[in-house]
């Protein structure tokens, strides 16, 4: 048996009432993306990714942000994960910031940003995930700027 089934039998029987979406390799999504189960993408996400569970396949990339449960990667990844279990794997190219609960990066994995422990606070809430990086002082500084922040408007073009 391979690993990817091994895997997702492994979490089939952890939980029956997890469902799984499959992305196939010649699909490409330009958007957001949310399911409330595992989602397995072999194909091309341009947007965020809000799920329980992601599989990146070898040849998949994405995009965009990642909030979930757990993160398995072994595509490649431009932009920031929040999770509370992240694996990079050994073809995985990841571009950007990971903030978990639980990273294992094996051998061979290219990992390029920070990497911040997550304070026990589940990631699929982006805000609470972003609070819990931070001290209780910065994160009162900075939800009293949110109220005085400057907006600039661009010029309408002709």
Do not use: W
């Not at 895997?7 to 390799?25: K, Q, Y």
């Not at 993306?33 to 091309?44: F, P």
């Not at 947007?47 to 072994?74: F, K, P, T, Y």
Request: hydrophobic share 35%; with cysteine.
């Amino acid at each position: 048996m391979s690993t990817d089934k091994l895997e997702r039998s492994a979490r089939s029987r952890d939980s029956d009432s997890l469902r799984v979406s499959t992305i196939g390799g010649d699909l490409t999504i330009t958007g957001n993306v949310t399911s409330k189960g595992e989602i397995n993408l072999d194909g091309h996400v341009q947007g965020d990714i809000h799920c329980v569970a992601l599989v990146l396949g070898e040849d998949s990339s994405v995009e965009g942000n990642v909030a979930a449960d757990d993160v398995v990667i072994r595509g490649r990844l431009i932009g920031s994960v929040k999770a509370l279990r992240v694996t990079l794997q050994s073809n995985a190219h990841v571009e950007g910031d990971l903030a978990y609960q639980s990273l294992a990066i094996e051998e061979g994995a290219f990992f390029e940003g920070k990497s911040l422990p997550l304070k026990s606070v589940p990631p699929t809430s982006p805000t609470a995930a972003e609070d819990s990086t931070e001290s209780e002082p910065m994160a009162r500084e900075r939800k009293e700027k949110r109220g005085s922040a400057f907006v600039r408007s661009l010029p309408e073009s002709d």
